[in-house]
């Protein structure tokens, strides 16, 4: 089966100051349809940079990338935003909502700059957020709902153009411990449902709802296994 992603030699380096700094060094992994995967290592250690290179969201300095079978590290600009459009649905730590829009106009955005009409974005993000458990908050603007409905908002923005791949950069690190295993559970749910989920984490526990830990240390990938059983809280 072809991996959804697959790297070699992955480097990224940085100008600080005038001179490069190496941030990622020769990353060399892939990831099979239908995987659940953690990425753990300590601040700092390159895996959020990791993550934006394989969402697309920013270029190598050097190595290969290929995302479904396509080679895409060397793309344009418009081919990129169109595989993070169709293809890769993302959660972040913060949310990153518009606080004044309400649940369902958030979690239309995708759908706004696919272009598609506004009543098939607004069914679709309805869907999508009845799926997240929030079908009763489709009009509750972002800024009063709470940290773990703010973030089931952010899922469901992820989900609404029927992506194969979620990228999650510490998905619960906003979060108290309740609204976090939540967070983790609805993840679960998703991957179960066929969808891929790679996700960033410095916290084992969180790491230990994935089926495979990749630890990341110096930008380098010093291990590749599978997650340990989790402890029941």
Same mark, same amino acid.
């Given at each position: 089966m072809e991996p959804i992603i697959r790297t070699r030699g992955l480097c990224k380096d940085y100008r600080v100051g005038g001179r490069a700094v190496r941030v990622l060094s020769d990353v060399a992994l892939s990831v099979s349809p239908g995987e659940m995967v953690a990425v753990m290592g300590p601040s700092g250690s390159g895996k959020s940079t990791l993550l934006h290179l394989l969402g697309c969201l920013d270029?190598?300095?050097?190595?290969?990338?290929?995302? %479904?079978?396509? !080679?895409? @590290? /060397?793309?344009?600009?418009? &081919?990129?935003?169109? *595989?993070?459009?169709?293809?890769?649905?993302?959660v972040f730590q913060s949310f990153n909502?518009?606080?004044?829009?309400?649940?369902?106009?958030?979690a239309a955005l995708p759908l706004l700059y696919a272009g598609l009409p506004r009543r098939e974005r607004r069914d679709?993000?309805?869907?999508?957020?009845?799926?997240?458990?929030?079908?009763?908050?489709?009009?509750?603007?972002?800024?009063?709902?709470?940290?773990?409905?703010? %973030?089931?908002? !952010?899922? @469901? /923005?992820?989900?609404?153009? &029927?992506?194969?791949? *979620?990228?999650?950069?510490?998905?619960?690190?906003?979060?108290?411990?309740?609204?976090?295993?939540e967070i983790l559970d609805l993840l679960e749910s998703l991957n179960a449902g066929g969808i891929s989920v790679l996700m960033v984490t410095h916290d084992p526990q969180v790491a230990g709802h994935a089926r495979r830990l990749i630890r990341v240390r110096d930008g380098r990938v010093v291990s590749d296994e599978p997650s340990l059983p989790r402890v029941p809280a």
């Amino acid at each position: 089966m072809e991996p959804i992603i697959r790297t070699r030699g992955l480097c990224k380096d940085y100008r600080v100051g005038g001179r490069a700094v190496r941030v990622l060094s020769d990353v060399a992994l892939s990831v099979s349809p239908g995987e659940m995967v953690a990425v753990m290592g300590p601040s700092g250690s390159g895996k959020s940079t990791l993550l934006h290179l394989l969402g697309c969201l920013d270029r190598p300095s050097a190595g290969d990338y290929w995302f %479904q079978g396509r !080679a895409v @590290a /060397r793309l344009g600009d418009a &081919a990129l935003a169109r *595989i993070r459009n169709r293809h890769i649905g993302f959660v972040f730590q913060s949310f990153n909502l518009l606080p004044r829009a309400t649940a369902l106009d958030n979690a239309a955005l995708p759908l706004l700059y696919a272009g598609l009409p506004r009543r098939e974005r607004r069914d679709r993000a309805a869907a999508a957020l009845a799926r997240v458990g929030l079908g009763a908050r489709l009009h509750h603007r972002a800024a009063t709902l709470s940290g773990g409905e703010q %973030q089931r908002v !952010a899922i @469901a /923005r992820a989900l609404v153009n &029927a992506p194969t791949l *979620i990228l999650a950069d510490e998905p619960t690190g906003a979060l108290d411990s309740k609204r976090g295993r939540e967070i983790l559970d609805l993840l679960e749910s998703l991957n179960a449902g066929g969808i891929s989920v790679l996700m960033v984490t410095h916290d084992p526990q969180v790491a230990g709802h994935a089926r495979r830990l990749i630890r990341v240390r110096d930008g380098r990938v010093v291990s590749d296994e599978p997650s340990l059983p989790r402890v029941p809280a």
